[in-house]
């Protein structure tokens, strides 16, 4: 409902800013990506622990940092939000890029959060790194009863020099 209520403000926003609210060229395109990334708010929520690391996962081999975004907790979305805009809704990089992703590790933690441990290979067109990398991602169920939906509060990467890292993850050195 809340969401809801984001999208109804922002399309009433977006009306009053043009002169013709039914034409589709007089919109801001600043309106236009807003309303776009709340739909795949709604759209793309998570019913189980996992896929929300799944979902986030494809978005990585996708580039889509709007998918990327949207499996986020509203505390790291507030906190990513303006680096996802800096790059255009695109994250990564031509090469290397992520593949074989693997889950091998679940963790049930306090509070009913879960903690996956991936691990993924780096590859080019004619190359593959021998040492996999690895990310923990936590996630928590919205504690909202109105949605319900899990998201990740916490994406904790060990740093691999060749590896593009998308705006909500923290970036470790052993």
């Given at each position: 409902?809340?969401?809801?209520?984001?999208?109804?403000?922002?399309?009433?926003?977006?009306?009053?800013s043009g002169?013709?609210?039914?034409?589709?060229?007089?919109?801001?395109?600043?309106?236009?990506?807003?309303?776009?990334?709340?739909?795949?708010?709604?759209?793309?929520?998570?019913?189980?622990?996992?896929?929300?690391?799944?979902?986030?996962?494809?978005?990585?081999?996708?580039?889509?940092?709007?998918?990327?975004?949207?499996?986020?907790?509203?505390?790291?979305?507030?906190?990513?939000?303006?680096?996802?805009?800096?790059?255009?809704?695109?994250?990564?990089?031509?090469?290397?890029?992520?593949?074989n992703v693997?889950?091998?590790?679940?963790?049930?933690?306090?509070?009913?959060?879960?903690?996956?441990?991936?691990?993924?290979?780096?590859?080019?067109?004619?190359?593959?790194?021998?040492?996999?990398?690895?990310?923990?991602?936590?996630?928590?169920?919205?504690?909202?009863?109105?949605?319900?939906?899990?998201?990740?509060?916490?994406?904790?990467?060990?740093?691999?020099?060749?590896?593009?890292?998308?705006?909500?993850?923290?970036?470790?050195?052993?």
């Amino acid at each position: 409902m809340f969401r809801f209520s984001i999208v109804l403000l922002l399309l009433y926003s977006c009306w009053l800013s043009g002169s013709n609210a039914y034409a589709e060229s007089e919109i801001p395109q600043k309106c236009k990506q807003a309303t776009m990334v709340d739909s795949f708010l709604s759209g793309l929520q998570a019913e189980v622990p996992k896929q929300a690391v799944e979902l986030w996962i494809l978005g990585v081999k996708n580039r889509s940092g709007a998918v990327q975004f949207a499996t986020l907790s509203p505390t790291l979305q507030k906190k990513t939000k303006d680096q996802f805009e800096k790059k255009g809704w695109g994250t990564g990089q031509s090469s290397p890029w992520v593949d074989n992703v693997c889950f091998v590790k679940e963790e049930k933690m306090d509070n009913g959060k879960v903690r996956y441990t991936i691990e993924y290979d780096l590859i080019t067109s004619n190359w593959k790194w021998n040492k996999k990398g690895q990310k923990m991602i936590t996630v928590e169920k919205n504690p909202n009863q109105l949605f319900g939906h899990w998201y990740i509060t916490e994406i904790t990467t060990l740093y691999n020099e060749w590896e593009a890292f998308t705006p909500a993850e923290t970036v470790i050195q052993r």
